[in-house]
């Protein structure tokens, strides 16, 4: 099918009342990354000529998601094929006397699709026999709520599509399910959708419908098979939960493949854009936010949570530490346990091992940040910088009052509050003086003893 000859229409516009959600349904994420930019990454590939997004009015959260895709409203939602018959204003060139080029019908409640998927139906399509129509199917041992597909024992076409509601209990007990994908040619997709009726268990026009009337007027429709777990419909939270361990499964299983050390895959949670490179190891318990970088041969340990971060090859982070957006680890950096990394970056072989925050922050290669050292970079209106150089040693429990620099190779003593900056090469001391009692101690027990009842 050549580049100008297909459009892609992805259906949107229901409520969603089952997500019991403010949110529009295919607003919500699976792995980072709302339902509905699952379905048009899924599409992407196929260089489609144009991509409509039916929604309904009041969505524009998800038109302005759906951006550069144009939009159409379908008001009031009156069924799957009203809203395919709503997009045809945008289809001009793919329906009536002129049309030419097929339509590719998407959920997008159907978040797990994949492209290679939607390839093959795109090659049912251009096959010799050039069926009208080409449905997704997949086999369930349940059901459920899914339209049933009913198929010609003798060559195979689909015959009809039942919705459950409305099916007969011998047509329940069909397995072959709708995935809800569908491609047609369009001209006899809009001459089929203009036909169909909404006398039905819901009262709506089903997209369903046009595979009994194409039947009857001697158009050929084909299944294309595929594994239920591609085509799961996200109607309720339980749902939402099943697609996202599907996506978590397929993630894992490409970190794997990848070159990656899971120790245990289960465990660690992905995002849909969670880049690895060769031999980095993961331990138990990792959640990576969007925007995740890692490099090659560096370990992730044991429950640490990263967003937005870039960790370069050999870096170290955890156990427990959070990498926040902006976090940017050089080559052999380490960052240890109860450590909070934002808006900073770590130069090479740079350590943070303990008890640290490091926001708004730039340290040079090589310096070492001790225990408990805090950069405060908040007074409460503006966020300020610090800067460490290379090679700074900073102290234990030291606080760094931002705005404010400490050269390279400069030292702080442990338990400084370092408001001024710091020349390279020099040593700050900022802490009060110790003052020493000798014997002070035991005074202090001989006249706690001497006065005790
Ligand atoms: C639909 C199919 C069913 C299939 C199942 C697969 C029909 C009639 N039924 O049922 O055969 O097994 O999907 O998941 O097609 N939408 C609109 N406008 C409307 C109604 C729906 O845009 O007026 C959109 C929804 O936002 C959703 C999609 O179409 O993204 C599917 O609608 P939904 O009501 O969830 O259909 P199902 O009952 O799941
Ligand atoms: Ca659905």
Known sequence: MTESKLAVVILAAGKGVRMA?????????VAGKAMLHHVLDA??????????????????????????HPT??????????HAVLAARPALDGFYGDGGAGHVLVLFGDTPL?????????????????????????FRSAEPGHYGRMVLDPADGRLLRIV?????APEELSVTLCNGGVMLGRGPELFALLDRIGSDNAKGEYYLTDIYALAGRQGLTARVIETEEDEILGVNARAELAVAEAVMQRRLRDKALA??????????????????????????????????????????????????????????????????????RLQEGARVGNFVEVKNAVLGAGAKANHLTYLGDATV????????GTITCNYDGFAKHRTEIGEGVFVGSNTALVAPVTVGPGAMVAAGSTV????????????????????GGAALFRARKRKNRP
């Not at 599409?43 to 550069?68: F, T």
């Not at 925007?291 to 955890?318: C, K, M, T, Y």
């Open 163 to 167: 919705e459950a509601a409305d099916a």
């Open 419 to 438: 408001t001024k900056d710091v020349a390279a090469d020099a040593l700050a001391v900022a802490r009060g003086q110790q003052r020493t009692v000798e």
């Open 364 to 371: 040079g290669a090589g310096a070492n940040i001790g225990a």
């Open 43 to 68: 599409v992407a590939p196929l260089a489609p000529a144009r991509i409509v997004v039916v929604v309904g009015s009041g969505m524009e959260a998800v038109a302005e998601a759906a951006r550069p």
């Open 258 to 327: 990848d070159g990656a050390t899971l120790i245990d895959p289960m465990t660690v949670w992905f995002s849909h854009d969670t880049r690895l490179g060769p031999d980095v190891t993961v331990e138990p318990g990792v959640f990576f936010g969007p925007g995740v970088s890692v490099g090659e041969g560096a370990v992730i340990r044991a429950f640490s949570h990263l967003e937005g971060a870039e960790v370069a090859p050999g870096a170290v982070v955890g156990p427990y530490a959070r990498l926040r957006p902006g976090a």
């Open 21 to 29: 959600s403010r949110k529009p349904k295919v607003l919500h994420e």
């Open 72 to 81: 159409v409203v379908q008001e009031p939602q009156l069924g799957t094929g």
């Open 113 to 137: 699709v994949i492209t290679a998927t939607l390839q093959r139906m795109v090659q049912a399509a251009e096959s010799a026999e050039a069926p009208a129509l080409v449905a997704l199917g």
